[in-house]
């Protein structure tokens, strides 16, 4: 049975080729989508069963970091952040994994990342892994 993912992004083509990606992986299935913190928390409440949540960090409404300081009390879902705002050894990072992000991957800059697969592909799935076997 494949890990079930939510995906929760601001940019909608951003939400569609990371989906398109977990497409490629038949250990994993995307289950759930949302724009912003908030309508990820209400899809948690609404009763959406996550294994593991890719999460952005800037998002209007609710951003990532304010979406963590709920959702350890909401889910048992492991939370990798996959955001520009995170590359190593960034004040974003550390704030991020000081509120329980499990993972930390840094996606290509800009809105709408049309490399992602080509740039972070390989790190996105060893760590989606890694965080799933843990």
Known sequence: ????????DDAAMMR???NSFIKGMPDFKV??????GEEALHRLAEGAEVDLILLDI???V?????????????TRAKICMLSSVVVSGSP???KARELGADGV???PSGTVSHDLEEKIGDELARTMRVLMAA
């Open 92 to 94: 974003h990072a550390a």
């Open 31 to 36: 289950v759930a989508q949302a724009s912003n």
């Open 1 to 8: 049975m494949p890990h079930r993912v939510m995906i929760v």
């Open 16 to 18: 569609l080729y990371i």
């Open 58 to 60: 800037e998002m209007p």
């Open 105 to 107: 991957v840094a996606k």
């Open 62 to 74: 609710m951003d990532g970091l304010e979406f963590l300081r709920h959702a350890k009390l909401k």
